[in-house]
Protein backbone atom coordinates (compact mmCIF):
# COMPACT_ATOMS: atom_id res chain seq x y z
CA UNK A 1 0.00 0.00 0.00
CA UNK A 2 2.78 2.05 0.76
CA UNK A 3 4.53 1.49 -2.46
CA UNK A 4 1.46 2.16 -4.45
CA UNK A 5 1.36 5.59 -2.73
CA UNK A 6 5.01 6.34 -3.59
CA UNK A 7 4.50 5.23 -7.07
CA UNK A 8 1.27 7.88 -7.21
CA UNK A 9 3.36 10.57 -5.53
CA UNK A 10 6.23 9.85 -8.07
CA UNK A 11 3.64 10.32 -10.71
CA UNK A 12 1.15 12.80 -9.47
CA UNK A 13 2.53 15.28 -12.46
CA UNK A 14 1.67 13.12 -15.38
CA UNK A 15 -1.80 11.98 -13.50
CA UNK A 16 -2.85 15.53 -13.30
CA UNK A 17 -1.46 16.67 -16.89
CA UNK A 18 -3.72 13.48 -17.38
CA UNK A 19 -6.79 14.18 -15.33
CA UNK A 20 -6.44 18.01 -17.40
CA UNK A 21 -6.43 16.51 -20.90
CA UNK A 22 -9.68 14.11 -20.13
CA UNK A 23 -10.76 17.16 -18.96
CA UNK A 24 -9.92 19.54 -21.65
CA UNK A 25 -10.92 16.09 -24.54
CA UNK A 26 -14.36 16.59 -22.53
CA UNK A 27 -15.05 19.94 -22.76
CA UNK A 28 -13.69 19.51 -26.81
CA UNK A 29 -16.25 16.46 -27.46
CA UNK A 30 -18.80 18.37 -25.92
CA UNK A 31 -18.58 21.20 -28.85
CA UNK A 32 -21.10 20.60 -32.17
CA UNK A 33 -19.22 21.93 -34.71
CA UNK A 34 -17.50 21.12 -37.87
CA UNK A 35 -13.98 20.02 -36.92
CA UNK A 36 -15.40 18.54 -33.70
CA UNK A 37 -17.98 15.85 -36.25
CA UNK A 38 -14.70 15.20 -38.20
CA UNK A 39 -12.76 14.26 -35.18
CA UNK A 40 -15.66 12.21 -33.13
CA UNK A 41 -15.66 10.24 -36.99
CA UNK A 42 -11.95 9.62 -36.79
CA UNK A 43 -11.87 8.65 -33.48
CA UNK A 44 -14.70 6.41 -33.86
CA UNK A 45 -13.32 4.69 -37.22
CA UNK A 46 -10.26 4.17 -35.11
CA UNK A 47 -11.38 3.09 -32.06
CA UNK A 48 -13.83 0.73 -33.97
CA UNK A 49 -10.71 -0.88 -36.17
CA UNK A 50 -8.57 -1.37 -33.05
CA UNK A 51 -11.97 -2.88 -31.24
CA UNK A 52 -12.52 -5.36 -34.14
CA UNK A 53 -9.20 -6.02 -34.05
CA UNK A 54 -9.89 -6.79 -30.49
CA UNK A 55 -12.71 -9.08 -30.41
CA UNK A 56 -10.28 -11.52 -32.14
CA UNK A 57 -8.79 -11.91 -28.55
CA UNK A 58 -11.45 -14.20 -26.43
CA UNK A 59 -12.71 -12.17 -23.56
CA UNK A 60 -12.50 -15.10 -20.67
CA UNK A 61 -14.66 -13.10 -18.79
CA UNK A 62 -17.24 -12.54 -20.78
CA UNK A 63 -16.98 -15.47 -22.62
CA UNK A 64 -17.29 -17.16 -18.50
CA UNK A 65 -20.48 -14.63 -18.39
CA UNK A 66 -21.74 -15.57 -21.94
CA UNK A 67 -21.15 -19.48 -20.60
CA UNK A 68 -22.91 -19.06 -17.61
CA UNK A 69 -26.20 -17.43 -19.47
CA UNK A 70 -26.37 -19.95 -22.34
CA UNK A 71 -26.07 -22.97 -19.46
CA UNK A 72 -28.83 -21.08 -18.02
CA UNK A 73 -31.14 -21.02 -21.36
CA UNK A 74 -30.35 -24.42 -21.89
CA UNK A 75 -31.42 -25.63 -18.50
CA UNK A 76 -34.72 -23.48 -19.29
CA UNK A 77 -35.20 -24.60 -22.55
CA UNK A 78 -34.23 -28.40 -21.95
CA UNK A 79 -37.34 -28.23 -18.92
CA UNK A 80 -39.03 -26.08 -21.17
CA UNK A 81 -38.94 -29.33 -24.11
CA UNK A 82 -39.56 -31.39 -21.76
CA UNK A 83 -42.90 -30.07 -20.47
CA UNK A 84 -43.98 -29.87 -24.05
CA UNK A 85 -43.24 -33.19 -24.69
CA UNK A 86 -45.05 -34.29 -21.56
CA UNK A 87 -48.27 -31.99 -22.26
CA UNK A 88 -47.94 -33.85 -26.06
CA UNK A 89 -47.91 -37.46 -24.50
CA UNK A 90 -50.74 -36.99 -22.02
CA UNK A 91 -52.69 -35.30 -24.79
CA UNK A 92 -52.05 -38.38 -26.68
CA UNK A 93 -52.83 -40.38 -24.60
CA UNK A 94 -56.26 -38.63 -23.35
CA UNK A 95 -57.72 -38.36 -26.94
CA UNK A 96 -57.38 -42.03 -27.16
CA UNK A 97 -59.05 -42.31 -23.49
CA UNK A 98 -62.06 -40.10 -24.74
CA UNK A 99 -62.39 -42.23 -27.88
CA UNK A 100 -62.62 -44.79 -25.52
CA UNK A 101 -64.95 -43.34 -23.52
CA UNK A 102 -66.99 -43.09 -26.46
CA UNK A 103 -66.90 -46.34 -27.44
CA UNK A 104 -67.49 -48.41 -24.53
CA UNK A 105 -70.78 -48.78 -23.57
CA UNK A 106 -70.28 -49.76 -20.20
CA UNK A 107 -69.80 -46.70 -17.36
CA UNK A 108 -66.59 -46.87 -15.84
CA UNK A 109 -64.61 -44.41 -13.50
CA UNK A 110 -61.18 -43.06 -14.64
CA UNK A 111 -57.56 -43.35 -12.19
CA UNK A 112 -54.42 -42.36 -12.41
CA UNK A 113 -52.08 -44.92 -11.15
CA UNK A 114 -50.21 -43.83 -7.74
CA UNK A 115 -48.06 -46.81 -7.38
CA UNK A 116 -47.39 -50.26 -8.76
CA UNK A 117 -44.47 -53.32 -8.93
CA UNK A 118 -43.45 -55.22 -12.10
CA UNK A 119 -41.24 -57.19 -10.62
CA UNK A 120 -42.75 -59.71 -8.56
CA UNK A 121 -44.92 -62.69 -9.06
CA UNK A 122 -47.89 -61.04 -7.35
CA UNK A 123 -47.82 -57.42 -9.11
CA UNK A 124 -50.70 -55.18 -8.19
CA UNK A 125 -50.94 -51.14 -9.11
CA UNK A 126 -52.46 -48.39 -6.82
CA UNK A 127 -55.19 -45.98 -8.24
CA UNK A 128 -56.64 -43.12 -6.53
CA UNK A 129 -59.84 -43.81 -7.00
CA UNK A 130 -61.95 -45.84 -4.12
CA UNK A 131 -65.13 -46.55 -2.89
CA UNK A 132 -65.73 -43.19 -2.57
CA UNK A 133 -66.05 -43.35 -6.70
CA UNK A 134 -68.19 -46.36 -6.93
CA UNK A 135 -64.83 -49.06 -7.26
CA UNK A 136 -65.37 -52.23 -5.63
CA UNK A 137 -63.65 -55.71 -5.28
CA UNK A 138 -63.99 -57.68 -8.65
CA UNK A 139 -64.17 -55.05 -10.97
CA UNK A 140 -61.88 -55.33 -14.21
CA UNK A 141 -59.24 -52.70 -14.64
CA UNK A 142 -58.79 -51.48 -18.69
CA UNK A 143 -57.14 -49.04 -21.05
CA UNK A 144 -57.42 -48.29 -24.18
CA UNK A 145 -55.48 -51.24 -25.35
CA UNK A 146 -57.29 -53.59 -23.41
CA UNK A 147 -57.47 -55.81 -19.99
CA UNK A 148 -54.94 -54.41 -17.06
CA UNK A 149 -55.92 -56.56 -14.24
CA UNK A 150 -59.17 -56.42 -11.67
CA UNK A 151 -59.48 -54.71 -8.24
CA UNK A 152 -58.68 -56.74 -5.13
CA UNK A 153 -59.08 -54.45 -3.04
CA UNK A 154 -60.69 -50.94 -1.70
CA UNK A 155 -60.39 -47.90 0.45
CA UNK A 156 -62.27 -44.91 0.38
CA UNK A 157 -60.23 -43.28 -2.16
CA UNK A 158 -57.91 -45.45 -3.82
CA UNK A 159 -57.63 -48.82 -4.72
CA UNK A 160 -55.28 -52.02 -5.54
CA UNK A 161 -55.66 -53.97 -8.55
CA UNK A 162 -54.16 -57.27 -9.88
CA UNK A 163 -52.27 -56.57 -12.85
CA UNK A 164 -52.16 -59.81 -15.49
CA UNK A 165 -48.78 -60.59 -14.46
CA UNK A 166 -50.07 -61.49 -11.41
CA UNK A 167 -50.45 -65.06 -10.55
CA UNK A 168 -53.31 -65.16 -8.75
CA UNK A 169 -55.04 -63.40 -11.65
CA UNK A 170 -56.62 -66.15 -14.11
CA UNK A 171 -59.09 -65.20 -16.72
CA UNK A 172 -61.06 -66.92 -19.25
CA UNK A 173 -60.04 -65.90 -22.81
CA UNK A 174 -60.43 -66.84 -26.40
CA UNK A 175 -59.15 -66.32 -29.93
CA UNK A 176 -61.35 -63.60 -31.47
CA UNK A 177 -59.90 -65.26 -35.35
CA UNK A 178 -60.62 -68.85 -34.02
CA UNK A 179 -62.50 -68.77 -31.18
CA UNK A 180 -60.30 -71.23 -28.86
CA UNK A 181 -60.77 -71.14 -25.51
CA UNK A 182 -58.55 -70.86 -22.79
CA UNK A 183 -56.67 -69.97 -19.17
CA UNK A 184 -54.61 -67.03 -18.96
CA UNK A 185 -52.17 -66.93 -15.99
CA UNK A 186 -49.05 -65.59 -15.08
CA UNK A 187 -46.00 -68.10 -14.89
CA UNK A 188 -44.48 -66.06 -12.28
CA UNK A 189 -41.25 -65.53 -14.58
CA UNK A 190 -41.72 -63.41 -17.53
CA UNK A 191 -44.56 -64.64 -19.48
CA UNK A 192 -48.42 -64.68 -19.81
CA UNK A 193 -49.34 -68.69 -20.55
CA UNK A 194 -52.70 -69.44 -22.27
CA UNK A 195 -53.17 -72.92 -20.84
CA UNK A 196 -55.72 -75.24 -21.95
CA UNK A 197 -55.45 -75.09 -25.31
CA UNK A 198 -55.21 -78.51 -27.17
CA UNK A 199 -52.24 -79.54 -29.22
CA UNK A 200 -54.63 -79.67 -32.00
CA UNK A 201 -56.17 -75.91 -31.78
CA UNK A 202 -55.58 -73.42 -34.93
CA UNK A 203 -53.37 -70.77 -32.84
CA UNK A 204 -51.33 -68.96 -34.79
CA UNK A 205 -48.53 -65.86 -33.63
CA UNK A 206 -50.23 -62.56 -34.07
CA UNK A 207 -53.83 -63.90 -33.27
CA UNK A 208 -55.44 -61.64 -31.12
CA UNK A 209 -56.90 -63.20 -27.06
CA UNK A 210 -59.93 -61.67 -25.98
CA UNK A 211 -62.04 -61.85 -22.65
CA UNK A 212 -64.65 -65.26 -23.16
CA UNK A 213 -68.24 -64.43 -22.45
CA UNK A 214 -67.49 -67.54 -20.11
CA UNK A 215 -66.34 -65.51 -17.53
CA UNK A 216 -68.06 -64.17 -15.04
CA UNK A 217 -65.38 -61.39 -14.01
CA UNK A 218 -64.99 -59.81 -17.03
CA UNK A 219 -67.21 -58.66 -19.53
CA UNK A 220 -66.55 -60.56 -22.93
CA UNK A 221 -64.44 -59.28 -25.65
CA UNK A 222 -61.82 -57.00 -23.95
CA UNK A 223 -58.41 -57.42 -25.86
CA UNK A 224 -55.64 -59.16 -23.81
CA UNK A 225 -52.89 -59.58 -26.00
CA UNK A 226 -51.71 -60.92 -28.93
CA UNK A 227 -50.13 -64.55 -29.30
CA UNK A 228 -46.59 -64.40 -29.84
CA UNK A 229 -45.14 -67.82 -29.58
CA UNK A 230 -46.67 -71.39 -29.74
CA UNK A 231 -45.31 -74.71 -28.65
CA UNK A 232 -45.98 -77.97 -27.13
CA UNK A 233 -46.51 -78.41 -23.40
CA UNK A 234 -46.94 -82.28 -23.38
CA UNK A 235 -48.77 -84.97 -25.48
CA UNK A 236 -51.58 -83.55 -25.02
CA UNK A 237 -51.56 -79.25 -24.64
CA UNK A 238 -49.81 -76.60 -26.34
CA UNK A 239 -47.85 -73.60 -24.69
CA UNK A 240 -49.17 -70.68 -25.83
CA UNK A 241 -47.16 -67.20 -25.05
CA UNK A 242 -49.31 -63.98 -24.99
CA UNK A 243 -47.97 -60.73 -24.97
CA UNK A 244 -50.42 -58.34 -22.92
CA UNK A 245 -51.84 -55.75 -25.35
CA UNK A 246 -51.31 -53.16 -21.98
CA UNK A 247 -47.75 -52.18 -21.50
CA UNK A 248 -47.15 -51.93 -17.97
CA UNK A 249 -44.17 -50.19 -18.41
CA UNK A 250 -46.00 -46.88 -19.06
CA UNK A 251 -48.88 -47.76 -17.88
CA UNK A 252 -50.47 -44.25 -16.06
CA UNK A 253 -54.09 -43.90 -16.30
CA UNK A 254 -57.03 -46.53 -16.13
CA UNK A 255 -60.65 -47.18 -16.22
CA UNK A 256 -62.07 -49.20 -13.74
CA UNK A 257 -65.09 -50.65 -15.56
CA UNK A 258 -68.18 -50.73 -13.40
CA UNK A 259 -69.15 -54.11 -14.17
CA UNK A 260 -69.40 -57.08 -11.33
CA UNK A 261 -69.80 -60.41 -11.32
CA UNK A 262 -73.57 -61.81 -11.70
CA UNK A 263 -74.27 -62.42 -8.29
CA UNK A 264 -77.18 -65.10 -9.25
CA UNK A 265 -74.77 -67.04 -11.63
CA UNK A 266 -71.57 -66.80 -9.38
CA UNK A 267 -74.27 -68.18 -6.36
CA UNK A 268 -75.06 -71.36 -8.54
CA UNK A 269 -71.73 -72.33 -9.48
CA UNK A 270 -70.49 -71.90 -6.27
CA UNK A 271 -73.52 -73.98 -5.02
CA UNK A 272 -73.03 -76.53 -7.63
CA UNK A 273 -69.51 -76.84 -6.56
CA UNK A 274 -70.05 -77.33 -3.26
CA UNK A 275 -72.57 -80.36 -3.94
CA UNK A 276 -70.16 -82.18 -6.00
CA UNK B 1 4.48 30.22 -3.13
CA UNK B 2 0.93 31.39 -1.21
CA UNK B 3 1.44 34.70 -2.82
CA UNK B 4 1.83 33.20 -6.40
CA UNK B 5 -1.30 31.92 -5.89
CA UNK B 6 -2.72 34.82 -5.85
CA UNK B 7 -0.35 36.77 -8.08
CA UNK B 8 -0.49 34.12 -10.88
CA UNK B 9 -4.41 34.27 -11.64
CA UNK B 10 -4.26 37.80 -11.07
CA UNK B 11 -1.28 38.44 -13.72
CA UNK B 12 -2.83 35.63 -15.63
CA UNK B 13 -6.57 37.51 -15.88
CA UNK B 14 -4.96 41.28 -17.18
CA UNK B 15 -3.35 39.25 -19.94
CA UNK B 16 -6.42 37.15 -21.07
CA UNK B 17 -8.21 40.76 -20.70
CA UNK B 18 -5.16 42.09 -22.68
CA UNK B 19 -5.12 39.23 -24.92
CA UNK B 20 -9.45 39.55 -26.08
CA UNK B 21 -9.20 43.26 -26.05
CA UNK B 22 -6.09 44.90 -27.31
CA UNK B 23 -4.20 42.24 -29.29
CA UNK B 24 -5.30 43.50 -32.62
CA UNK B 25 -3.15 45.89 -32.06
CA UNK B 26 -0.34 43.98 -32.61
CA UNK B 27 -1.99 41.05 -34.60
CA UNK B 28 -0.55 40.76 -38.28
CA UNK B 29 -3.55 40.50 -39.49
CA UNK B 30 -3.15 40.47 -43.36
CA UNK B 31 -1.50 37.34 -42.52
CA UNK B 32 -3.26 35.92 -39.80
CA UNK B 33 -0.77 35.58 -37.45
CA UNK B 34 -1.49 36.60 -34.13
CA UNK B 35 0.81 36.60 -30.97
CA UNK B 36 -0.22 34.67 -27.75
CA UNK B 37 0.80 36.83 -24.48
CA UNK B 38 -1.46 34.54 -22.33
CA UNK B 39 0.89 31.34 -23.02
CA UNK B 40 3.84 33.61 -22.36
CA UNK B 41 2.92 33.61 -19.10
CA UNK B 42 1.64 30.39 -18.94
CA UNK B 43 5.61 28.86 -20.31
CA UNK B 44 6.41 31.46 -17.26
CA UNK B 45 4.72 29.55 -14.58
CA UNK B 46 5.98 26.61 -15.83
CA UNK B 47 9.12 27.21 -15.94
CA UNK B 48 8.95 28.99 -12.42
CA UNK B 49 6.65 26.22 -10.68
CA UNK B 50 7.27 23.25 -12.42
CA UNK B 51 5.14 20.60 -14.55
CA UNK B 52 1.89 20.95 -12.00
CA UNK B 53 1.88 24.46 -11.43
CA UNK B 54 2.26 24.79 -15.94
CA UNK B 55 -0.01 22.47 -16.51
CA UNK B 56 -3.19 23.46 -13.68
CA UNK B 57 -2.27 27.70 -14.17
CA UNK B 58 -2.59 26.51 -18.53
CA UNK B 59 -5.56 24.47 -18.11
CA UNK B 60 -7.37 27.05 -16.18
CA UNK B 61 -6.24 29.87 -18.66
CA UNK B 62 -6.99 28.12 -21.60
CA UNK B 63 -10.26 26.99 -20.34
CA UNK B 64 -10.99 30.84 -19.53
CA UNK B 65 -9.62 32.08 -23.12
CA UNK B 66 -11.84 29.55 -24.82
CA UNK B 67 -15.24 30.39 -22.80
CA UNK B 68 -14.32 33.89 -23.72
CA UNK B 69 -13.92 32.66 -27.27
CA UNK B 70 -17.04 30.52 -27.60
CA UNK B 71 -16.20 29.43 -30.54
CA UNK B 72 -14.35 25.82 -29.78
CA UNK B 73 -14.65 25.40 -25.95
CA UNK B 74 -11.83 23.02 -24.51
CA UNK B 75 -9.17 23.42 -27.06
CA UNK B 76 -7.01 26.00 -25.53
CA UNK B 77 -6.95 24.41 -22.49
CA UNK B 78 -5.77 21.46 -23.66
CA UNK B 79 -2.84 23.64 -25.75
CA UNK B 80 -2.04 25.61 -22.79
CA UNK B 81 -1.73 22.56 -20.41
CA UNK B 82 0.28 20.33 -22.41
CA UNK B 83 2.63 23.34 -23.07
CA UNK B 84 2.94 24.68 -19.34
CA UNK B 85 3.92 20.74 -18.97
CA UNK B 86 6.12 20.90 -21.19
CA UNK B 87 7.50 24.26 -19.94
CA UNK B 88 7.76 22.48 -16.51
CA UNK B 89 10.66 20.68 -17.83
CA UNK B 90 12.97 23.18 -17.35
CA UNK B 91 12.12 24.43 -14.08
CA UNK B 92 15.75 24.60 -12.72
CA UNK B 93 17.53 25.83 -9.24
CA UNK B 94 18.64 29.89 -10.24
CA UNK B 95 15.73 29.61 -12.99
CA UNK B 96 18.66 29.38 -15.50
CA UNK B 97 15.76 29.07 -18.39
CA UNK B 98 14.07 32.02 -17.37
CA UNK B 99 16.84 34.34 -18.16
CA UNK B 100 18.78 35.39 -21.26
CA UNK B 101 18.01 33.69 -24.45
CA UNK B 102 16.77 30.05 -23.02
CA UNK B 103 13.42 31.46 -22.27
CA UNK B 104 13.41 32.21 -25.67
CA UNK B 105 13.89 28.81 -26.66
CA UNK B 106 11.77 27.50 -23.81
CA UNK B 107 9.27 29.58 -25.52
CA UNK B 108 9.06 28.84 -28.77
CA UNK B 109 9.32 25.11 -28.37
CA UNK B 110 6.62 25.20 -25.99
CA UNK B 111 4.46 27.81 -28.24
CA UNK B 112 4.90 25.46 -31.26
CA UNK B 113 3.52 22.24 -29.13
CA UNK B 114 0.86 25.15 -28.06
CA UNK B 115 0.04 26.20 -31.80
CA UNK B 116 0.31 22.53 -33.03
CA UNK B 117 -1.89 21.22 -30.66
CA UNK B 118 -4.43 24.19 -31.01
CA UNK B 119 -4.68 24.75 -35.12
CA UNK B 120 -3.67 21.04 -35.67
CA UNK B 121 -6.88 20.45 -34.33
CA UNK B 122 -8.47 23.41 -35.14
CA UNK B 123 -7.96 22.80 -38.80
CA UNK B 124 -9.48 19.31 -38.97
CA UNK B 125 -12.55 18.62 -41.00
CA UNK B 126 -11.50 21.98 -42.96
CA UNK B 127 -9.86 21.88 -46.82
CA UNK B 128 -6.61 23.64 -45.01
CA UNK B 129 -4.34 21.16 -45.55
CA UNK B 130 -1.32 19.89 -43.09
CA UNK B 131 1.69 21.04 -44.32
CA UNK B 132 -0.59 24.69 -45.11
CA UNK B 133 -1.48 24.54 -41.20
CA UNK B 134 1.79 24.44 -40.39
CA UNK B 135 3.73 27.14 -42.09
CA UNK B 136 0.80 29.22 -42.24
CA UNK B 137 -0.12 29.53 -38.81
CA UNK B 138 1.47 26.57 -36.41
CA UNK B 139 5.46 28.35 -37.23
CA UNK B 140 4.37 32.04 -37.97
CA UNK B 141 2.45 32.12 -34.46
CA UNK B 142 5.10 30.82 -32.48
CA UNK B 143 8.14 32.70 -33.94
CA UNK B 144 5.71 35.89 -33.66
CA UNK B 145 4.76 35.08 -29.82
CA UNK B 146 8.47 33.85 -29.11
CA UNK B 147 9.25 37.63 -30.56
CA UNK B 148 6.86 39.03 -27.94
CA UNK B 149 8.54 37.09 -25.40
CA UNK B 150 11.20 38.89 -25.62
CA UNK B 151 9.96 41.91 -23.95
CA UNK B 152 10.23 39.65 -20.28
CA UNK B 153 13.94 39.95 -21.10
CA UNK B 154 13.60 43.74 -20.62
CA UNK B 155 11.74 43.42 -17.80
CA UNK B 156 14.85 43.93 -14.90
CA UNK B 157 14.84 41.15 -12.40
CA UNK B 158 14.46 41.30 -8.72
CA UNK B 159 17.44 40.55 -7.96
CA UNK B 160 19.16 42.73 -10.54
CA UNK B 161 17.52 45.76 -8.90
CA UNK B 162 18.68 44.41 -5.17
CA UNK B 163 21.76 44.49 -6.58
CA UNK B 164 21.86 48.39 -8.57
CA UNK B 165 19.97 49.86 -5.13
CA UNK B 166 23.36 47.94 -3.10
CA UNK B 167 25.72 49.07 -5.48
Known amino acids: ?276 | MRFNIIKYPIILLALILLQKSFISVIALSKLNITPDIVLIAVIYIGIKEGKIGGSVYGFFAGLLLDILSGSFVGLLALAYTVSGFVAGFFKTEGDRFLSKYNFLLVTFICSLISCFLYYGLYSRGTSTGFADVMLLYVFTSATYTTLISMVILVIPKRKTLERGFTD
Open chain 1, 1 to 276: MKRIGLVILDLKEYIILTVLIIFSLYFIFSNDNSQIRFLRAVAIGTFGTVQSGLTAIPNVFELQQENKLLRETNIKLANEISNLKESKLENIRLTKLLNFREENKLSFVSGRIVNKSLVQTRNTITINAGEADSVFINMPVVTVEGLAGRIVSTGRNYSIANILYNKDMRITVKSQRTRIDGILMYDGLQNLIMTNVLKSADLTAGDLIITSEYSNLFPPGIPVGTVTETGNLDNLFKKVVITPAVNFQTLEEVFILKHLPDKDRADLENSYQKKK
